[in-house]
């Protein structure tokens, strides 16, 4: 058994077709995926926040819900199959692929001494965050069409 992949999604996804993941390597992508999140939801400090932002933190909040939604959508709805297998092993790659690539805007955004740089910095999460959506999507729409073929052919 391979233990959590952490770049290689061609893989993953071959590795989905083949057959469903374990409970044990499910719940290793789990844990990593929820121990990333948790850590990347620590707020800096309440008393910090500014009320330009609140429409973009309540964005923020609703981005999760939106992603299940619609990657439940990609995977078929209610005739889809490891839903949520597929959502969090391929979440985490994509995930950890996309803060690679976005990594030196967030490092510009931080070190940039700017007025507005909490607004632009939480406009830049969000569009990074529906990237990894739509990514997340995309991947687990390409599993479903796969099978879809391989049962047709049957």
Same mark, same amino acid.
């Given at each position: 058994?391979?233990?959590v992949?952490?770049?290689?999604?061609?893989?993953?996804k071959?590795?989905?077709?083949?057959?469903?993941?374990?409970?044990r390597?499910?719940?290793?992508?789990?844990?990593?995926?929820?121990?990333?999140? $948790?850590?990347?939801?620590?707020?800096?400090?309440?008393?910090?926040?500014? =009320?330009?932002?609140?429409?973009?933190?309540?964005?923020?909040?609703?981005?999760p819900?939106?992603?299940?939604?619609?990657?439940?959508?990609?995977?078929?709805?209610?005739?889809?199959?490891?839903?949520?297998?597929?959502?969090?092993?391929?979440?985490?790659?994509?995930?950890?692929? =996309?803060?690679?690539?976005?990594?030196?805007?967030?490092?510009?955004?931080?070190?940039?001494?700017?007025e507005?740089?909490?607004?632009i910095?939480?406009?830049? $999460? $969000?569009?990074?965050?529906?990237?990894?959506?739509?990514?997340?999507?995309?991947?687990?729409?390409?599993?479903r069409?796969v099978?879809?073929?391989?049962?047709?052919?049957?």
């Amino acid at each position: 058994m391979q233990f959590v992949v952490f770049w290689d999604i061609n893989w993953l996804k071959e590795r989905l077709r083949k057959k469903p993941l374990s409970g044990r390597e499910t719940y290793l992508y789990a844990i990593c995926w929820l121990a990333f999140l $948790t850590l990347a939801f620590f707020p800096g400090s309440i008393n910090d926040r500014s =009320a330009h932002s609140v429409w973009l933190e309540a964005i923020e909040l609703l981005i999760p819900v939106i992603a299940i939604f619609y990657a439940w959508l990609c995977n078929g709805g209610l005739q889809g199959e490891q839903f949520w297998t597929r959502l969090i092993s391929i979440g985490w790659v994509v995930t950890m692929r =996309a803060l690679v690539f976005s990594l030196p805007i967030f490092l510009i955004l931080a070190f940039a001494p700017m007025e507005q740089s909490e607004l632009i910095f939480e406009s830049v $999460t $969000t569009l990074v965050s529906l990237f990894i959506i739509w990514r997340l999507g995309s991947h687990i729409e390409g599993l479903r069409e796969v099978n879809m073929t391989k049962k047709t052919s049957l």
